[in-house]
Every structure is written in C-alpha cells, then in structure tokens.
C-alpha cells in the first residue's frame, strides 16, 4: 500500500501548523490593540474563510496563484510553482486553518490580567520579556487549544486543496483527496482504509483539546 | 519628598481632573469606587496617559504633555503595588522577585545576595520555589513588596492594598507595611476607600470626588475638619443636613434645630455633619427629644437609628454610636456640642 497520501498530509499540516502559529499568534496580538472599526473590519476578512464554503477560498487561490495569474506565472519561471504542488496544499490548508487559531488566540489574549503586564511594565521588564515570558505563558492553553484545532482542520483539508492542487498520485495526494478518488474509482476497500486512517487521527487529535481544556479549568488563579 | 500631578484625561463617560502636590512622605487619595483615584495613581505609573497636564516625581518631570515628555512605564522607577498582587501565575517565588531586579543586569551573585536578603527581610525563607498560588494571601502580598523593593524604587503606589483581606489580617499586613515603608524609607501613595487604614499610614491625604481633588490637607486636619460635603462623608461622619443662614442663626433644613452662627463663617457653608459619637445624653447643648427606630448591636458598640422629634418627616434617620453598657432603652434624649458641628462646602 501505498502510504504517501498519509506522510504528504502530515507533512502539510505540519508545515501550515507552524506558520500558523507564528501569523496567528502575531495577527491576534496586534489586531486586539487596534481601535475597535479597524479591529472588526480585519475581524471579518480573517474570519471568513471559517464560513466561506473551502472551494471558494480554493477558487481565489487558482485565481491569484494558477497559471494564468502573474503571479503564477512568475512562480513558475522561477521553479517553484505552488499551483498542482504539495506546497500549494500548504497555502490552502493556511487559508482555511487560519481562522481557527486566530480566533481561539485572540479570545486568550483578551482573557489575558492587564495587570500582569501592567507589573511588568512598571517593574522594568520590556515589552519582548513581557510578551514571551508572561503573556504567552499566561494564555498558553488558549493558544495550544488553537493550534491544535487549526492542524485538524489543515489535516482534514479537502475542498480548496482539490481544487488548487488536484489529485495527483504521489505528488499531491493527502489523505482526504484519496478517500475521494478510490471512492470514484470503485476502490472501496481502500477508501475505507484511509477513511480509518482519518478517524483514528482526528480522534487523538479531538482528545488532545479536550485535555488541554480541562487543564486549563483547573489551573484558574483563586482570588 | 514631593510631588506634583497635574492630570486630564476624557474616558468619555468620566473625565479625571485632577491638580494636587504633595510634600510629605506617606500619602492618600481617598475617594469612593470609582472616584478616579487608581486613574490618577496609574498616570503617575505611566500606565495611561493623560491627554495633558504635568507629573513629576521628587522634581523628576515624567509627564509633560507640553515639552512632549511622556517616559515608559519602565524608566519611571516606581513600585507599583497592585490590589491583586498581579504576581506571575507561571512563575515561582524566586523568579517573581527576580523580575525587580533584571533591568540592572547584575552578575549571578549579586542578584542571589540581592535575592537572599530581601527574602529574609520579608520573612518569605522557605518558600522560594513555590507558585504564587501556592502561597496564602499576606504571602502573596509579601512576594508582591519584596519583588517591588529588591528594585530600589524612588517611590512605591499602593493600589488598595489592604481591601481584599480580611479584618484579622489586614490589620497585621497595615501595621507590617508601615514598618517596611519606614525602614527602607521610600516616600509611598496610597489610594484607598478605608478611612481607618488612610487615618493610620498618611500624613497627607486627598479626597478624590468625581476625578476631581475636593481636598487636600494633612490627615489629622481632614478628619478634624472636612470642608466638603462628600470628604466628610469619607473620613465617615453618618450624620449631615443643609441648612440656611438668618442673621446670626444656623437653621437645619431637617433636623429642627437652630444653633448660633460662629464667628468665622464663610458663605460657602452649606450643609453641617455630625458624628455618630458626638451624640450624648447628658449634653445640655442642643438636647432634643429622640425617637429610637432600632439599636444595631456591634461587636464593642451599639449602633442606634433614632429621629429627633421635631424632624421633617421622610428626612433621614440619623446615627449614634454608644457604649454597649449604656442602656439605650431609658435615653429620651441627645444632644451634641455646637462646637462638634463640621461645617461643610
């Protein structure tokens, strides 16, 4: 059996896993400190590809990186074509996962006592320290409980990734596109396979959540 | 030690006024709940800015809106006291007291004799390792000074500190913080609602009203003479009226009573107060017949709820704190000394 599908779909939900968290973590910082039309009208644009049905974000990604974009064009000369290319899979699975740990992150930091970096502040520390070794400690389990949903969600990525990246054996097959194409070819049995494949990893992921969130409850300070 | 605070800033639905100085050493702004005086103590931290005005500390300008000087919170060298501690959840004892000390940058050694030292002062042996919820409350508060004071602050902001424990140890924790302020001998703020724990830590105090400074004078004469209506509220008289002012005659707009106008009388005057201890019995001056409503047993005292018989009617009822051995039941009568009366803005 062929097991590219399962270590290509790993690989991209790892990778968009990391940019994930670093852009999550950066945009809910500095989008909560903006002014409240600013903060709701980027609210919208970055919740929307939470609601927005994953063809449509797939359709703005051909539209903007396929190859009769510029863009696309360009990356093509250069080698590096993210159009019918795993790390296309990449950009879509971000597009679409993004939201997820963004959302979570933000109601962390505005869960944050603005007392601590208050203290901090005052006590000398600068904003960096602040912002690493206070803040981010502080809304760990918020944070992790994100990324942890936003690697599901890049993991079990299917809509826009077919569209953008097609299916094309050992090249951009993940996991949910396999499913699909046994499933159209007759090959029940193989699709059943990956579909098993599939719940087992959602199962452990959906348990690491619930885990980070009953930690989490426990952990409250007590006034 | 003085210091200087000219403040404005519109929150939109409150606006914090405030230009007071200081000279003196230990400090209070008394005000109600939000009255703005964490606002104003948060100003002086850099933690808000004001849209104007002028702050500076022992002649040190760290506000300045005209000369465009505003410095960071961390270049104000201020030790700031939170009402919750806001001690670092994730870290332990000894980190959280590190943390006063990073920005000098010392050598290993030096920050551990640091470390040793002020844990020792603070009585926190023992307890080095633990987390902040580890420890009890008057730790925590304790952890709290210790972090503030390993820093060498030029002056430290108390943000009701005392207002979250209870009687027991609030009064050990006062009595411990006033010692510590006087050995390191570090001018100190302190904003509070209590008129007992003002009364005992300030020489000076403001009474904040609204965001503005009402009054500001040394703390024996506030509680002696209040000026204001809502600063005799404060210092906690129970009992005041209005009042108008024929020839030489003080009239109570509720009360019935009629007293001679002193000497010094400034037209301002507009209400009177009259503490629940200077009701007497056996006073001559001003006796009036009395009706008891209720008698409120306090732990030392009796709290009574009485209304003279003249009073207007839907008027207030009025207070009287009394010796528990007094039996009230026989008492027909009270009366107070013209002289006890606050006059009052």
Not at chain 1, 3 to 21: T, Y
Not at chain 1, 81 to 88: A, D, I, K, L, V
Not at chain 1, 121 to 139: A, E, H, K, Q, V
Not at chain 2, 271 to 276: D, T, W
Request: aromatic share 12%; proline share 4%.
């Amino acid at each position: 059996m062929d097991l590219f599908p399962l270590w290509n779909s790993l690989r991209i939900a790892a990778i968009s896993s990391v940019i994930i968290f670093f852009l999550g973590i950066f945009l809910a910082y500095y989008i909560s400190k903006l002014p409240k039309v600013a903060k709701g009208l980027l609210d919208v644009v970055l919740t929307l590809p939470l609601v927005l049905p994953p063809t449509v974000c797939g359709y703005f990604l051909v539209l903007a990186f396929g190859n009769q974009s510029p863009i696309g064009q360009f990356l093509n000369n250069v080698g590096f074509p993210f159009f019918m290319s795993w790390r296309g899979a990449i950009l879509a699975s971000v597009l679409v996962a993004f939201p997820l740990m963004y959302r979570t992150t933000r109601g962390a930091f505005e869960s944050f006592d603005d007392d601590l970096g208050n203290a901090g502040r005052t006590l000398g520390l600068s904003n960096t320290y602040i912002f690493w070794r206070i803040r981010l400690p502080y809304c760990k389990n918020g944070i992790i409980a994100g990324l942890v949903l936003a690697f599901a969600r890049a993991l079990g990525e299917y809509g826009a990734t077919s569209m953008f990246v097609g299916y094309i054996q050992g090249k951009t097959a993940t996991i949910s596109t396999a499913v699909y194409n046994y499933w159209t070819i007759g090959a029940n049995d193989m699709a059943l396979i990956w579909v098993l494949i599939n719940i087992t990893i959602s199962i452990v992921v959906l348990m690491a959540v619930n885990l980070f969130e009953g930690k989490k409850k426990g952990n409250k300070r007590v006034n | 030690m003085s210091i200087k605070v000219k403040a404005y800033k519109d929150f939109g639905s409150f606006v914090l006024d405030v230009d007071f100085e200081f000279e003196k050493d230990t400090i209070a702004l008394l005000g109600a709940s939000g009255s703005g005086k964490t606002m104003t103590l948060k100003a002086i931290a850099g933690i808000i800015k004001p849209d104007r005005g002028y702050i500076s500390i022992d002649g040190h300008v760290v506000f300045d809106s005209e000369n465009k000087v505003n410095l960071a919170p961390q270049k104000r060298n201020v030790g700031y006291l939170f009402q919750s501690y806001a001690l670092f959840p994730n870290m332990s004892l000894k980190q959280n007291v590190l943390c006063g000390i990073r920005k000098y940058h010392l050598d290993k050694e030096e920050q551990e004799k640091r470390f040793k030292d002020i844990v020792r002062i603070l009585q926190l042996e023992g307890l080095e390792e633990r987390k902040p919820h580890q420890l009890s409350g008057g730790q925590q508060q304790r952890v709290a000074l210790a972090r503030i004071l390993i820093g060498n602050p030029d002056i430290l902001l108390f943000d009701e500190p005392f207002s979250a424990l209870d009687e027991y140890l609030r009064t050990r924790l006062q009595l411990e913080t006033k010692e510590i302020i006087r050995k390191y001998n570090i001018p100190s703020i302190l904003v509070s609602h209590n008129r007992d724990e003002v009364y005992s830590l300030a020489e000076q105090t403001a009474v904040i009203d609204q965001g503005k400074v009402v009054v500001n004078k040394p703390t024996d004469a506030l509680f002696e003479n209040p000026e204001y209506l809502k600063a005799s509220i404060l210092t906690g008289c129970k009992n005041h009226d209005s009042i108008k002012v024929k020839d030489k005659q003080i009239i109570f707009d509720e009360w019935g009573i009629i007293v001679k106008k002193p000497k010094e009388f400034s037209d301002d005057i507009k209400y009177v107060g009259v503490r629940a201890h200077s009701f007497s019995p056996s006073e001559k001056e001003n006796s009036n017949e009395i009706i008891i409503k209720e008698v409120m047993e306090q732990p030392f005292e009796k709290l009574v709820v009485f209304r003279f018989k003249k009073q207007k009617e839907g008027s207030k009822d009025l207070y009287w704190l009394v010796d528990k051995k007094v039996d009230t039941k026989k008492v027909s009568r009270l009366g107070f000394k013209t002289s006890k009366i606050l006059l009052l803005m």
